[in-house]
């Protein structure tokens, strides 16, 4: 049997599941991007790699050069503290004015920064679920949305309300950037469907879970069921999902690039244009990536 990785530091309940569920290993989520190693082969993508793709698309500069004023700038997920300076960076290039640059998550950011003892990157900041933003962001409001890999962190019950709240929230002249990695990369991987999860874990499968601890009461994940499940992919036919399960039990989620895009169109997106990449990733995925420049449907 595998043996079970370091969790990483250890996050107070109240920050490891502010809104009621969260990572089984937040602070070593946290840490990959707080202390990086720069552009390691192998990294997962962020912010600042995703720009410089979106940046090749020639329908995002003159969309984002008419935005005047102070533009409202949302960054969906956070977790790298990179994030805000490359898009502020980004965007200086680009807009005429002082953008307002906010972000989101589900945990409360500055404090678990501060546990691991690094320094907060200095932005405006708010605790929230990007599948409701009812009473965060109103009709309209966000002028520039960035959403990098959150499809991918995100179980597929929440893709079409994530999806729909940025239809909501996103301005008529504004952009949305979303980025997804489609499931070409799970395909090597061994593979259960959720009665095989069941008798594995001894838990039901929750197709709304975020990982394996949040299928367990509080406090009753037993760590070592992972050496069993760990690396697996788990398919759901009903939603064309394939979730892996990582070394440490976080779910990732993988979808088909056609369900994405249909998503999109249903939630009320234009899909403008798309970029279209491959790399490797952190656990050694093939992945086939996407960075679409999305617009509000008329």
């Known amino acids: 049997m595998a043996s079970t ?14 809104l009621g569920r969260g990572a089984c290993d937040l602070g070593a989520l946290i840490g990959q991007f707080v202390a990086p190693i720069p552009d390691a082969p192998g990294a ?12 090749r698309l020639p329908e995002l500069g003159p969309r984002l050069r008419r935005l005047l004023g102070s533009p409202s700038v949302l960054i969906q ?13 980004f965007l200086a290039r680009e807009i005429t004015g002082h953008p307002r640059l906010q972000v989101i998550d589900l945990y409360d950011l500055p404090a678990v920064y501060a546990l691991l003892g690094f320094p907060a990157p200095a ?40 999806l729909r709240e940025v239809a909501r ?5 504004g952009v949305a950037l979303i980025s997804f990695s489609d499931q070409a990369g799970v395909g090597p991987r061994p593979t259960m469907d959720a009665t095989e999860f069941q008798r594995r874990s001894g838990v039901p499968w929750c197709p709304g879970a975020y990982n394996l601890a949040d299928m367990f009461p509080p406090g009753a994940f037993p760590p070592a069921m992972l050496g069993d499940v760990a690396g697996q992919v788990v398919l759901d036919p009903a939603t064309g999902t394939s979730t892996l399960i990582t070394a440490v039990g976080r779910f990732e989620f993988f979808r088909d690039a056609e369900v994405i895009l249909r998503l999109f169109q249903e939630a009320g997106l234009v899909n403008v244009a798309t970029d279209r990449s491959e790399g490797v ?9 996407y960075r679409c420049l999305l617009a509000k449907s008329v």
């Not at 997920?77 to 960076?89: I, R």
């Not at 929230?169 to 002249?173: C, T, Y």
């Not at 990733?281 to 990536?289: E, P, Q, V, Y």
Request: proline share 9%; charged share 20%.
């Open 44 to 55: 997962n993508p962020n912010v600042r790699r995703s720009l410089d793709h979106f940046a």
């Open 77 to 89: 997920g956070y977790s790298d503290p990179g994030n805000a300076n490359a898009l502020a960076q």
């Open 281 to 289: 990733d952190s656990h050694g995925l093939n992945c086939r990536r």
């Open 169 to 173: 929230i996103l301005s008529a002249q």
């Open 5 to 18: 990785p370091s969790l990483g530091p250890l996050i107070p309940d109240h920050l490891a599941r502010p």
């Open 123 to 162: 932005f405006e900041y708010r605790l929230a679920d990007a599948s409701d933003l009812r009473g965060v962001h109103e009709d309209s409001s966000v002028d520039v949305l960035v959403q990098d890999f959150l499809l991918n962190c995100a179980p597929s019950a929440l893709h079409g309300p994530i």
